[in-house]
């Protein structure tokens, strides 16, 4: 668990948006160490200056390929908390951050206020989900319904575990962030893979996603190595405050500064 004043190190496209994000943590609990435009950069510069890093927010469009790039800052970090903000949320997007490592998922239409409470949320250890997540749950529930009936045809052909690789497939994760969410090693799952194109058939990884998805396999959030919600009831009621807080009006980053001083007095 982090203590205060954290330091941070900012990844953004926009030199506007990483300024911005600056202001906005100024005078709160975190200290601003870095601004880089990539994910490589970044960990160019914790090589070279061995730089104490606390947390990494990391704006999605900064990244190529969110689950490598995720997976290349866990390694560079491995203490340091990581939060992606994101334009939208999509259930793909977000399972695709958390297994990679992430640790906090923040839409970017988010207010000052709710962005700033958040991140302190993911400075203290928890896990941090957009509050539009509870309107999808509906949705999960059915897609869950319907991958265990196409699971269910596909069990004849596949071992559970070669379905759960599948799965990995369909959202093209690499066989390292499969490794990672499955819990077994990267030789492993070449071995799934391999039997898996071998068993359906196909040539490549792409085919076999495209099987899958034809025999109406879907990607779904998987259960959660520990719990999303606080581990107190006092953190756990102030996260649900703050998810749904986060359906606010948009933040604007530095402009909204007096906003925040006006609540701190």
Do not use: W
Request: hydrophobic share 45%.
């Amino acid at each position: 668990m982090l203590t205060a004043s954290t330091r941070v190190s900012l990844i953004c496209s926009s030199s506007i948006l990483s300024e911005g994000l600056k202001s906005i943590l100024l005078d709160e609990d975190f200290t601003v160490v870095g601004q880089h435009k990539s994910c490589a950069a970044l960990i160019s510069a914790v090589q070279r200056d061995a730089a104490e890093v606390g947390m990494v927010v990391v704006d999605s469009d900064a990244m190529r390929n969110v689950a490598k790039e995720i997976v290349a800052i866990r390694e560079a970090l491995p203490r340091a908390r990581i939060v992606v903000l994101h334009e939208d949320l999509t259930v793909a997007s977000l399972i695709e951050a958390f297994d990679s490592g992430a640790d906090g998922y923040i839409l970017k239409e988010t207010c000052c206020e709710s962005l700033v409470n958040c991140l302190q949320l993911a400075a203290r250890g928890e896990k941090v989900v957009p509050g539009e997540l509870v309107h999808q749950l509906p949705q999960l529930a059915g897609a869950t319904a319907d991958q265990a009936r196409a699971e269910g045809e596909l069990s004849d052909l596949l071992s559970e575990r070669e379905i759960a690789t599948l799965r990995c497939l369909v959202m093209g994760h690499p066989n390292k962030v499969i490794a990672r969410r499955l819990d077994i090693g990267e030789a492993t799952v070449k071995v799934h893979v391999k039997a898996i194109l071998r068993k359906l058939n196909v040539q490549n990884r792409t085919q076999a996603a495209i099987c899958a998805v034809n025999h109406g396999v879907q990607a779904t959030l998987p259960a959660p190595s520990q719990p999303v919600a606080a581990k107190n009831a006092d953190s756990a009621r102030e996260l649900e405050q703050v998810c749904e807080s986060n359906l606010a009006k948009p933040f604007m980053l530095a402009d909204k500064r007096s906003q925040l001083h006006a609540l701190s007095a």
